[in-house]
């Protein structure tokens, strides 16, 4: 793949200068960074600006924020993203491959490996401790990226009335997800095109507050790469290549094995969430829970926890969730294939039609998103998503909650709407404890996302093995 987009590409990637980093060296240094990406976006961010920018001076500070806040305009995870597009504009194409692959590599095989430990001792009392644990802490986790992120979005009464408007059409109307996000997405595109303050993006998730590092001084400088210059002609046939790359394998999926196959499901379902999967991963998770368990019968409340546990203990997007949802709905519909390589290659499909297209945004869109930076109209936009994504964080909260601190939860009918509500006899008080534990941890101390699922686990593990 790499070999026919840079053919295609030659005649345009000569850099307008020569920023003096060797290929093999930035190989390292991405595979340092795809080792050390925990901690969701904020952490994963962080980290890219403290090696890439303050440590290496290969990129500038002006130059990196600009590129997150492309990305933040992007479906999809945008740390990911992010170092798809430093890449490709330190090393050209292939440096934007090697530089996105690297970066979900290493929790790919993670989050493969502990699947397979899932299904194969998931009732063991020793794993079934530690995951007991993982979920009261994803819990806290979850409750704190409200808080995070509301802090950052909900700058008016506006962005208030947004992301509550946003809850109140998932939580208590049922409306889904991507209608919400692009109904949020029109009203902001119009506020910022009138220009309207209150529509003015709040910021980012935050690389860092030091000292800024000029362009200028950078290893890049602050030129323009030839390779990062608008042409159409590029951009159409290296669309065309993802494109095929992305939907071919789903379309032949759906010719051969038919459109209810599990296959056939995973890969259509994760290749719309592909499209809607703004504001990072808590966002779309509320979504891709409810139609995982409730619609497609792939998990259970609890294994979505679970998941989610895996994914913040391991390296790469959280998004990378995803895998382990595919992993099981294909290990429980393997047709005639052995349920675990049926489970493989549903975590792989998954992976696929989830991370090809972020690197399909980068490779169309970044040499003519320069040319919006500072658009009114698109700021808003974001700014709107944004908030809308602070209601929907809270209703996955509320989800979560309502599996992972009560045994039992109903479907009530209340003033006309279908509620789930839950049974408070069922209360799990020492699920209730751990989470408030870890809760205060994060709030209170600041402890750190690590130390705070490592310590629930081994208090989970402990309180199996006595109990």
């Known amino acids: 793949?790499?070999?026919?987009?840079?053919?295609?590409?030659?005649?345009?990637?000569?850099?307008?200068?020569?920023?003096?980093?060797?290929?093999?060296?930035?190989?390292?240094?991405?595979?340092?960074?795809?080792?050390?990406?925990?901690?969701?976006?904020?952490?994963?961010?962080?980290?890219?600006?403290?090696i890439l920018v303050e440590e290496k001076r290969w990129i500038g500070e002006h130059r990196f924020l600009h590129a997150l806040n492309y990305c933040m305009l992007l479906p999809g995870p945008e740390a990911q993203q992010l170092a798809v597009y430093i890449g490709w504009l330190l090393h050209r194409t292939k440096g934007g491959l090697v530089a996105g692959t690297l970066f979900i590599l290493p929790g790919f095989l993670a989050i493969l490996a502990l699947s397979y430990v899932y299904v194969l001792f998931g009732n063991v009392p020793l794993v079934e401790g530690l995951f007991f644990g993982l979920k009261a802490a994803v819990l806290a986790i979850v409750l704190h990226a409200v808080q995070r992120i509301g802090k950052r979005a909900l700058g008016n009464n506006l962005m208030l009335a947004t992301a509550a408007?946003?809850?109140?059409?998932?939580?208590?109307?049922?409306?889904?997800?991507?209608?919400?996000?692009?109904?949020a997405g029109i009203v902001g595109?119009?506020?910022?095109?009138?220009?309207?303050?209150?529509?003015?993006?709040?910021?980012?998730?935050?690389?860092?507050?030091?000292?800024?590092?000029?362009?200028?001084?950078?290893?890049?400088?602050?030129?323009?790469?030839?390779?990062?210059r608008p042409n159409v002609g590029w951009s159409l046939r290296v669309s065309a290549i993802f494109l095929?790359?992305?939907?071919?394998?789903?379309?032949?999926?759906?010719?051969?094995?038919?459109?209810?196959?599990?296959?056939?499901?995973?890969?259509?379902?994760?290749?719309?969430?592909?499209?809607?999967?703004?504001?990072g991963a808590y966002a779309v998770l509320a979504y891709v829970a409810q139609q995982a368990v409730e619609n497609y019968g792939w998990l259970q409340p609890g294994e979505?926890?679970?998941?989610?546990?895996?994914?913040?203990?391991?390296?790469?997007?959280l998004i990378m969730v995803v895998q382990f949802v595919g992993f099981l709905g294909a290990y429980r519909a393997p047709g005639a294939l052995d349920p675990m390589l049926a489970a493989t290659l549903g975590a792989v499909l998954t992976t696929w039609v989830t991370f090809v297209p972020c690197?399909?945004?980068?490779?169309?869109?970044?040499?003519?998103?320069?040319?919006?930076?500072?658009?009114?109209?698109?700021?808003?936009?974001?700014?709107?998503?944004?908030?809308?994504?602070?209601?929907?964080?809270?209703?996955?909260?509320?989800?979560?909650?309502?599996?992972?601190?009560?045994?039992?939860?109903?479907?009530?009918?209340?003033?006309?709407?279908?509620?789930d509500v839950p049974v408070l006899a069922s209360a799990d008080w020492a699920a209730i404890?751990?989470?408030?534990?870890?809760?205060?941890?994060?709030?209170?101390?600041?402890?750190?996302?690590?130390?705070?699922?490592?310590?629930?686990?081994?208090?989970?593990?402990?309180?199996?093995?006595?109990f």
């Open 189 to 228: 595109y119009l506020g910022g095109r009138a220009g309207l303050s209150a529509f003015g993006v709040g910021g980012g998730h935050g690389a860092g507050a030091g000292a800024a590092y000029s362009d200028a001084g950078s290893a890049l400088g602050e030129g323009v790469p030839a390779h990062a």
């Open 1 to 50: 793949m790499s070999t026919t987009l840079e053919r295609l590409t030659a005649d345009r990637e000569t850099p307008n200068h020569d920023h003096g980093i060797p290929f093999g060296e930035a190989v390292r240094v991405w595979a340092r960074v795809a080792a050390l990406s925990f901690g969701g976006p904020a952490g994963q961010i962080a980290v890219m600006h403290r």
């Open 304 to 317: 979505m926890l679970d998941g989610l546990g895996m994914a913040e203990t391991t390296p790469g997007p």
């Open 433 to 466: 404890a751990l989470t408030g534990a870890a809760a205060l941890a994060i709030f209170r101390f600041a402890v750190s996302t690590g130390w705070v699922l490592s310590g629930a686990a081994l208090a989970g593990l402990l309180y199996r093995l006595v």
């Open 359 to 419: 690197f399909l945004w980068i490779f169309l869109g970044a040499p003519f998103i320069e040319r919006l930076r500072g658009n009114a109209a698109l700021s808003g936009a974001l700014s709107a998503i944004t908030a809308a994504v602070v209601g929907v964080i809270l209703n996955l909260a509320i989800w979560f909650a309502l599996h992972v601190l009560f045994h039992t939860v109903v479907e009530r009918d209340i003033l006309g709407m279908t509620l």
């Open 165 to 183: 408007a946003s809850f109140v059409l998932i939580f208590f109307l049922g409306a889904p997800f991507p209608v919400i996000i692009l109904v």
């Open 244 to 279: 095929a790359l992305w939907l071919v394998p789903v379309a032949a999926v759906v010719i051969i094995l038919g459109w209810d196959h599990v296959f056939s499901r995973i890969g259509l379902f994760f290749s719309q969430m592909a499209i809607v999967t703004f504001g």
